[in-house]
Nanobody, 123 residues
């Protein structure tokens, strides 16, 4: 059974930083792309970032480019999201996605999701 456990969320002032972690178990981690999504109340879950299985490719939503960095440590079955220069509009529940799936039209999804970690950025 696949389990994804996120950590690292919290309350931070605008301009601050947080580092999210997602530890995966129950399935081969290193062969799969991983991703992060976020969701705010009343809105659909949106793509934030992804990293390919071989670390060669990373992808970011336009809203976080230049501020967020995704990375992975396959020895620890963990994917990270370093979030810098945080803005109030980054406030959301952040979800780890594994393995990342790609659909027509550029949509992304996943077979499994973590329980989510709350990130709150105060102005």
């Amino acid at each position: 059974q696949v389990q994804l456990v996120e950590s690292g969320g919290g309350l931070v002032q605008a301009g601050g930083s947080l580092r999210l972690s997602c530890a995966a178990s129950g399935r081969t981690f290193s062969d799969n792309d991983m991703g992060w999504f976020r969701q705010t109340p009343g809105k659909e879950r949106e793509f934030v970032s992804a990293i390919s299985w071989n670390r060669r490719n990373t992808y970011y939503a336009d809203s976080v480019k230049g501020r967020f960095t995704i990375s992975r440590d396959d020895a620890k079955n963990t994917v990270y999201l370093q979030m810098n220069s945080l803005k109030p509009e980054d406030t959301a529940v952040y979800y780890c996605a594994f393995p990342l799936r790609y659909y027509s039209g550029g949509a992304r999804g996943a077979d499994y999701w973590g329980q989510g970690t709350q990130v709150t950025v105060s102005s």
